[in-house]
Structures are given as structure tokens and as C-alpha cells.
């Protein structure tokens, strides 16, 4: 999509988009702000209002513990008076905290200077003679109690009520304006997209007679290669879709003829991947054959009937042997690996692996250490063929390593697939590494190891690592090298848990 088009139509949707999206987050945060407001006053009022009912009802109870000593003249009960005090004290000092409204905290200071007024008067008549103290206590009782404490209380309690009717009456009145609001939000919303709709209507018409101009070109360049295309006028609704149609049924005989000629190009590549490899196949059977042909020929030319020596022969056995090795790792390459895949322990694959090339490691003076899990990992695999792609690794890394080299085998469990191995399934598998502290690999090798033919040697084939990487791959699993040069190299072989067993069909024709 061209970047006018951007603009022109992704742009504006967008702007409109992100403006509703801005006045809709807007209008969410202050109803989410009102809501919250108003829960915390109606909330802290039901706790007020709860509070000053418990002191109505404390000074209640006070009064009753004072008709209750005036009728039986038990001192127990103005020990109990004495006991609420604590109690009351701090219904009162919470009740004034809460208290948000002036002429409540008025009251709520009238009923706090009418129980000072009491608890002073109450506790002068503790000194004072049995007649006068009944007086006292009658009078407080009966008066002073009720007109100074208890009905000063209940008006707050009745002022709490109508607080919160005032509350609730602000919450239905914000929910009022937050609707009307998100109506005119949804109405404006909509002329927005009536409006932008236009707008975009009107932009995709130009943008049709653009097209129509662009098609032109396009089909002028289109008979050069299949010949007249009739031209319609793309800019008009009723031919619209019968010249699109007629476009896409030239298209897709040009479609056609480009799928033919990319067959014949792959058809003259393989062509050519036949001819490197019989290049290659020439080339790896002509250097062993030469010795044996040059010993033979002394044989046949010598006169005192003598046969080849023991030293002769071991060559033709040794230049034989190689042939042998190049033709079966060309027909490894040539023939796709058919798996025989079986619950095995990967350590006892890797270890029988390992000591195939411990003689050579003897001889080299190289320190092989296997770092193998304490115990068994068992894995569905091939393990024939695992094998043969450990000692590959294996005596690639001998190729290259000095004397007093060290070269290492490691195997750990993973419970889940490695970061960034899209392709193979998320479950849990087995890492098994070959390490080296050989020579490296230079960085331009690295993206092409993998490749057929690719190889540094003089007298490789360059295919022990593609037969590795199609033996993995069948396993469903993957393999990597990370190497620097003059500090040796890694590869990294990961096989997943479960597979179920894959027979190799691949395309590769050479």
C-alpha cells in the first residue's frame, strides 16, 4: 500500500479512532472518579451515623444503670456507669473525626459538652450524703441525661439520615450526567463516522480513477507478453468488476506461464546439481583409484615374479577404503533417511558413539569427556542413526584438533523447547552438545556448513553435515553450530521428547 493511501485513508480512521477512544477513557475515568466519591462519603456517613447510634445507645444504657441504682441502691450499678466511660470517650472522639457537616459537628459538640457536664455532676455525687446523692442522681436521670445527651444524639442520628439521602441524591444526579454525556459522546461518535465514511467514499473513488490509470499502464506492458487485454473503464461501478475480472483472468495466464518457466529453471538447476555432483563423485573415485592404478602397473612391470608388498597392499586396502567411505556418503546423501525410531537411552547412543573414536583420541593424545545427566535419558529416536551423527561430529572435531586438545560430549534434559526454535513444538526434549577447542570455524562458513558440498577439507565431500542436519531434522528436532576461530567450536543437536516415528520424503533431487 502506497504511503498516499496511508494517509489519505488509514490516517484519518485512525485520528478518529484514537479522538473517541481519548473522550471514552475520559469519560470512564470521571465516572470511575464521581463513583469513588461518592462510595467514601456514603461510606464514611454509614460509619458516622453507626457510631453516634452506638452512643445514643451508651447513654441510654447509662441512664437506665442510673434508674436502676435510684430504684434498688446497688453501688454495682455506678461501678458499671464508670466502666462505659472509656467506651464513650471514644464514640465520641471518632464521631467528631468523621463528622464532615458544620451543623452536625454542632451537635455532636452539644451531646460531648452535655456528657462532660454529666460525668462532672456524676462523680461529685459519689462524695456527697446518701439523701442529697439520691437527689443528684435522680435529677441527672430524669433531666439533664435526656434533654443535654440523648436527644442532642438522636438529631444527629436523624442528620445522619437526611446526609445520606443528600449523598445519594448527588450520586443519581452525576449518573444522570454521566449518561446525557456518554449519549452526546455516542451521537457525535456516529457524525464522526458518517463524516469520515464520506471522506473515505470519496477518497476511494479518486483512488479508483488512479487505479484505472495505473491498470492502463499495466495492460499496455501485459500485451507485449499474452497479447491484447480489452480495457474497461475501471472508474465507472458498472464495468468495475467485469474488467477486474478480465484483468484477473490475464493475470492468471501470465501466473501460468511464470510457474512453467521457474519449473524449467529449477528442472536446468537440478540439472546442475547433478553435474557438481558427478563432478564431485569423479573426482572423489579418480584420487584413490590413481595410487591403485600406479601400484598395479608396477606389478604388472616388474620381471623378477614378484606380487605387491605388504606395504603396497596396505595402501590399496587404504585407498580402497576411502572409496568406499566417499561412495556410501554419497549415497547417504542421495537416499533420505527412513527412521527406525524406538524408546531408547540417548547416553547409551552418545556413549557407543564415543568409543568408537577413543582409540583414535589415544593416539591424537585428546581428553574426551563425556557430561552426561546421572540418570538415563530416554528418548524416542533412531538410535542407529543419532549415532552416526554424534561420531560425524566427532571425527570432524579430531580433523582439527592438536595434540593435548580436549573435546567434550554433554547431554541435559529441557522441559521446554529453546527460545527461538519456532518451528519445533513446545515441549520438553534433550540438548546434546559436541564441543571442541579446535582451530574454529571462519564466520563465512558458518551460514553455508550445513550446505552439500560446503567443506574446508581438501579431501571432503562436504556432505558428513547435511547427512546430520536431514538425520535431525527427520527426528523432528534441530541442529546449530556456534564457533570462533582460534577457540574451537559447538554444535548443538536438539531432539524433542515424543515424536512419532518419520520417514523422510524429501524433495531434493539432484
Known sequence: MHRSTVIKFILPLFGVSVLLLALGMIAAWNVHRQQVGVSDLVAQDVHSMGLIHDLYIQMREVRHLLNQYLRFGDDSYLVGIQGLQDETERLLQQSQELAHDPEQREKLAQVESGYREFVTQFRSARSLPPEERTALLKDLADEFILKQVLNPANDCVQMDERIIDRTNERSRSSTRTVMNG?????????????????????????????????????????????????????????????????????????VTQLHERERELLHNQQLAAMGRLAAALAHEMRNPLTPIKMLVQMALDRTDGEGLSTHELGIISSEISRLEHSIQSFLDFARPPKLEQRKADLKQTATEAVELVMARCRAQEIDLQMDFPPEACWLNHDPTQIKQVVLNLLLNALDVLQPQGHLAVVIRKQEIAPEGADSLPANAGTWMRVIDDGSGIPEDDLDRIFEPFATTKESGTGLGLAICRRIVEAHGGDITVTSEVGRGSTFSIWLPETRNTIESHSGDSI
Not at 204 to 217: A, K, N, P
Not at 228 to 249: F, H, K, N, W, Y
Open 182 to 254: 456518554l449519549m452526546l459522546l455516542g451521537i457525535c461518535g456516529s457524525l464522526a463516522g458518517v463524516s469520515v465514511g464520506l471522506a473515505f467514499a470519496r477518497g476511494l473513488r479518486r483512488s479508483l480513477l488512479e487505479l484505472h490509470v495505473s491498470v492502463t499502464g499495466t495492460v499496455d506492458k501485459l500485451e507485449t507478453v499474452v497479447g491484447p487485454i480489452p480495457t474497461v473503464d475501471l472508474g465507472a461501478q458498472s464495468t468495475l468488476q467485469e474488467g477486474m475480472q478480465e484483468l484477473r483472468r490475464r493475470v492468471e495466464h501470465v
